[in-house]
């Protein structure tokens, strides 16, 4: 229904019939007929047999066309215009048309209009991916250039038609290949079209950043800089684009920025050359090596913590004293990740600040808690606390959540075999990745990949939860869940043992103050199982609650109700993913208890369809 109301839009802009009878039509839509008959119908509603073969073909008159071309009308000539019949059907996507007019003796590639463009062109400007898949099977060549020096590429790329481009890459067009004017197709897209695509996507096609066009010898960053693309330079300069390269003028990017006065292009390319100037070996150890960015963001963290304890646990009575060292702190803290930590190490600090929390909470309970819990019936369940965190973040960072990965020519293959079954659509196709989505999958924006059954990017483990790392994430949630629970009990115990004070005695001011000055260190502690009980509490109840009794992931819920806002209804009993809550919770965990349990086994990374299904679970494929 909304592909005709779409059509009927598109249609009417140019339709002689004016707009009256194409609001009839789109009223009509709701009775079940075809959207590909748009124009057609129309025509059926008045007498066509004196149409002249033009306007047939341009309405998909398939009779009128075949009436007159059998009468002797020459497929191959061109009407007033040096339009050929084969343009005018390319242009309004009638493919049985096409077909019967090239059985006819049509020459596929024969160039025509003003603009001296082939039947391909036309399709291609027009976004037509079924015509084009149609045209190049019957040999239509996209690489031929109109007047204006493009081919079916460099025109895909200016009216920003991303299946096509895909499609056409796929089938073994050059990227790189350059326009009559020397630019390629990412220069195009930098210079002409404002925004991040198709830059973006044209880079995820291997598209050349610093390739230079031969009349000026620019580079796409030069051009995104002249035309003051900031969208498509900042994706050029996260790519990796080389800023210091020269034209032929012997400018560089930053000079031509700095020609035009644009002051926000001109602070990221200074930024971008001080980042790659930069010759500090911290700063080098920490670009080389991840996995030390994260153990000294947990050195840092844990070094923070303790100095803000510490502070707070001198003996001095001067709360000046203590703020301006508090102030100094901070000041540091911001100093060191501003000059050391990239935006890429960025994403670190949550899941760094948690490591050093759950740290100095073990240290507390071993040196301040033990004393006064000295039973095994306390201490053993703490030990199995912390061996459940610590195991199961681990599982849940190494067997990560099912990326989506596959190789290049593989991807080639899956945009042409759905391009050519008329499936290239972004609930299928996943245009970042260039891979087919499986069903409950979606493209993270932070890992830059598609994970299987996706269900949210945590920024307290710095990963994504899905399909292969979901029950280990709940089970950390859990045992953390339980060490907070150990260390609110450690609290209030030692603080009965050695704060001489009470709510009832002294009232609460008096409590609250004693408390504090017992021992700040505890209090500090305590402030932090507060704050890490808030979050983990949430995540835990709502992972149970959206896996035993919806069904769902955190995903598709969102994505529920962002539908349900909008208007469009989607009720909880159309999830075909819900088996009720006993057996949710039975394939989730993958129960079996000794056979008793039979829970279902499904890869989410392979499964595309779900059977008879199919047609239901494809309405909470959400984009």
């Not at 049985?96 to 062109?121: C, F, M, P, R, W």
Request: overall charge neutral.
């Amino acid at each position: 229904m909304d592909d005709w109301a779409e059509r009927g839009r598109e249609c009417k802009l140019n339709c002689p019939h004016g707009t009256q009878k194409h609001q009839e039509l789109l009223n009509n839509s709701r009775q079940g007929m075809n959207p590909d008959k748009h124009c057609s119908d129309l025509a059926f509603m008045e007498d066509y047999s004196n149409w002249d073969i033009v306007r047939a073909t341009q309405y998909g008159i398939i009779d009128r066309c075949k009436e007159l071309i059998e009468a002797g009308y020459d497929v191959r000539q061109p009407d007033k215009e040096n339009v050929t019949l084969l343009h005018w059907a390319a242009i309004n996507n009638r493919t049985e048309l096409v077909k019967y007019y090239i059985s006819k003796g049509a020459i596929v590639d024969q160039l025509g209009g003003d603009l001296n463009s082939t039947a391909l062109h036309w399709a291609t400007r027009q976004g037509h991916l079924s015509m084009v898949v149609l045209l190049m099977k019957y040999g239509a060549d996209p690489s031929l250039v109109d007047r204006e020096g493009f081919t079916c590429l460099h025109l895909a790329v200016q009216f920003q038609q991303m299946s096509i481009i895909a499609y056409l890459v796929a089938k073994g067009q050059d990227v790189d290949a350059a326009a009559m004017n020397g630019q390629t197709a990412l220069m195009l897209a930098t210079s002409k079209i404002i925004g991040p695509e198709p830059t973006r996507f044209l880079i995820k096609l291997n598209a050349s950043i610093n390739a230079v066009d031969k009349l000026h010898k620019n580079t796409p960053l030069h051009w995104a800089v002249i035309s003051g693309n900031v969208a498509a330079l900042d994706v050029l300069l996260t790519a990796g684009a080389n800023v210091e390269v020269k034209n032929s003028m012997g400018e560089t990017p930053l000079d031509l920025a700095q020609q035009d006065r644009n002051p926000w292009i001109i602070r990221c390319l200074i930024d971008a050359n001080v980042h790659r100037s930069r010759s500090h070996f911290m700063l080098k150890f920490l670009k080389n090596f991840e996995k030390y960015k994260l153990l000294l963001l947990i050195l840092m963290a844990v070094g923070v913590i303790w100095v803000t304890g510490y502070i707070a646990d001198l003996e001095s009575d001067s709360w000046l004293l203590k703020g301006i060292l508090f102030v100094s702190t901070w000041l540091t803290m911001q100093l060191v990740i501003r000059r050391f930590v990239s935006v890429q190490t960025f994403s670190y600090i949550p899941l760094a600040f948690l490591s050093a929390s759950l740290f100095w909470m073990v240290v507390t309970w071993f040196i301040r808690f033990l004393p006064d819990l000295p039973n095994s019936e306390f201490q053993i369940p703490f030990a199995l606390s912390i061996t459940g965190c610590i195991y199961y973040f681990y599982k849940t960072w190494t067997v990560g959540p099912g990326y989506i990965k596959v190789l290049e020519e593989e991807k080639k293959k899956t945009i042409v075999a759905l391009a050519e079954a008329d499936c290239l659509d972004p609930r299928i196709f996943c245009t970042m990745c260039l891979v087919r989505k499986p069903l409950r999958s979606k493209h993270c924006p932070v890992c830059d990949c598609c994970v299987a059954k996706y269900d949210h990017h945590c920024l307290w483990i710095a990963c994504c939860i899905g399909a292969w790392n979901q029950r280990y994430f709940v089970s950390f949630l859990f045992f953390v869940f339980t060490l907070i629970l150990w260390m609110s009990y450690g609290t209030i115990m030692y603080w009965s043992s050695h704060c001489v004070t009470s709510y009832e005695k002294d009232g609460w001011w008096t409590f609250l103050t004693q408390l504090i000055s017992c021992s700040p260190w505890i209090v500090w502690i305590f402030l932090l199982v507060i704050f890490h009980s808030s979050w983990v509490t949430f995540l835990l109840l709502n992972q149970l609650y959206q896996i035993s009794y919806l069904g769902l992931t955190s995903s598709e819920r969102l994505s529920l109700i962002k539908h349900a806002h909008s208007g469009r209804l989607l009720g909880l009993r159309q999830n075909p993913f819900n088996h009720g809550c006993f057996q949710n919770l039975v394939d989730f965990f993958q129960c079996r208890c000794f056979g008793l349990f039979k829970p279902s086994k499904i890869d989410w990374s392979q499964q595309h369809t779900m059977g008879t299904e199919q047609t239901r679970t494809t309405e909470f494929q959400f984009v």
